[in-house]
């Protein structure tokens, strides 16, 4: 689907309409900020992925207990009569 310059002018006017001449150049300045944070985010993080030594993540590995689920939770507790 190719958009020809005519139609092009067409959505320009359409948007013109809808948004006002004076929230265009905001609306594109904040898309263009969020497009820069996005960027640099996952920049970030593919940094972060990249420096983690892989025996680092087994020696961090956390260690747990394994808990019966059948047990009965309320036996430890003491009845409290308060008469």
Known sequence: MNIAGWQWLILLLILLLLFGATKLPRLARS???????????????????????????ERSAVEGQVIDPTADVHKSRERRDYS
């Not at 640099?40 to 993540?57: C, F, G, I, L, R």
């Open 31 to 57: 898309l263009g900020e969020s497009a820069r944070i996005f960027k640099s985010e996952v920049k970030t993080m593919q940094d972060n992925d990249q420096d983690e030594d892989p025996k680092a993540q």
